[in-house]
């Protein structure tokens, strides 16, 4: 199954955008929803405390009036008093009415229920025409009445302080719902911006992770991009450009083979020849032709190097593993190597410190043997006469570690990452006694890459070139 792919990466941003702001929108919707209920619950509780406490008020009122009014007419018996009495009977009877509708106790309820029920049974004995004991039984329990009025007046206001902490509760209870609906919501929204910007760097990071292996020489490894649909047709342009760049690159290789193999006909036929001449086989030479016989011979030699040095950084840069792997001492190669240059060293008065631990490795011994014949090839160019190169070996049980130091000029920090890069030469390079190809350093990088080490230029405080050889001997042992 394969999940729906937008046209574009305008699109999926849109779409991320999008999807982050719900979990924002339901944040604030929620938000909306419980201010409504909180605004709707302290307007009720505003209203039940006022409205309680002013019809509490107002029936004690009533009941103190018609208790006056009813005392009158006992005395009088005028019939404007008992119309104020009727009058205030059917008020309490609203007012009562009106107060068993709020939220009180139990308790209150059953108070303004005996209310109700004892004014009812008092209002026909205080309206009735006869005097006499029944009547000023009845005037006497007004008492009552209004003890349970100032019961219910106690309660109203009760009720007002009820109201405030059943709001406080219910702000709190809903202050605590936010606050997790919040956190919810906030993790939702962490999550989709977690999978939006998963789902928006993986092309990107997948185009760049294509261009770094292209930058490297790698054109075998397919560029694959998943994502939009404008990324993936990129990737597919990347991968166009690779199989193009694999087909240039077979075809320089093939290139440099077969001029190698050109070149080296007719500069063995030279060599031969200067050899013939060397050796006065056709006839005695003079001292001075003598000395042309060995500049030919010698530059001759040097043009065979350079050929070599460009094939060699050819295969190098197939990164194949060393093909032979034999055991070897690592501190022998190194004296080896020293004593192949010991006619230039003679001729030049250099010295060579060598300090060498004895070490044992495996691996491909032509291979490190040229990466430690470049460096010291180096070092010998740019050595001053009559100074020292000091080569130091030294190992523990996962590394072997070879110092080479020089007293030449050194060479500049800003030309310290770049002088491993094939036909790189620094300004100090033209001042040796041969200009080379700047395949040197390169070549022993690519070597050094497939031992699995490392080749680094130190820093040298102005004292001369320091290189740094590293083997990782678990790789090659």
Known sequence: MKFYRPKSFLILLLAGFIFVAFPLLAALASSAYFMEKITTQSTQAVFWAADSARESRSLLELLVEQERQARI??????????????????????????????????????????????????????????????????????????????????????????????????????????????????????????????????????????????????????VAVSGPRDLEFLGTKLDWLRERLAELEKDKNKFVAHISHELKTPLASIREGSGLLGEEVVGPLTSQQKEVVKILTNNSRLLQTLIENIVNFNMAQARHHPPNKERFSLDQLIAEVVESHKPVLLANDLHVIRHLAPTPIRGDRDQIRTIIDNIVSNAIKHSPNESDITITLKNDSDKAIIDIMDCGPGIPAEERSKIFRPFFQGKNGQKGRVKGTGLGLAIASEYMANHHGTVEAMPDNGQGAHFRLTFPMEKIS
Not at 125 to 131: A, E, H, R, V, Y
Not at 132 to 141: S, V
Request: overall charge negative.
């Open 73 to 222: 007419y006992n005395i009088f018996a005028e019939p404007e008093h008992l119309a104020e009495i009727e009058n205030k009977h059917e008020k309490i009877g609203e007012i009562l009415i009106t107060l068993a509708a709020f939220p009180f106790a139990d308790s209150v309820k059953d108070s303004i229920g005996k209310l109700r029920s004892l004014e009812a049974e008092l209002f026909p004995l205080i309206t009735s025409t006869s005097k006499g004991k029944e009547r000023k039984e009845a005037l006497d329990q007004y008492i009552e009445l209004n003890m349970l009025a100032q019961e219910i007046k106690e309660a109203s206001y009760s009720l007002m302080f009820q109201e405030t902490a059943n709001l406080q509760k219910s702000a709190f209870r809903y202050q605590k719902r936010m606050f997790w609906l919040t956190c919810i919501l906030f993790f939702v929204s962490l999550i989709l911006i977690s999978i939006f910007a998963f789902l928006l760097v993986r092309p990107i990071r997948q185009i760049d992770k294509s261009i770094i292996r292209l930058g490297e020489g790698d054109f075998v490894t397919p």
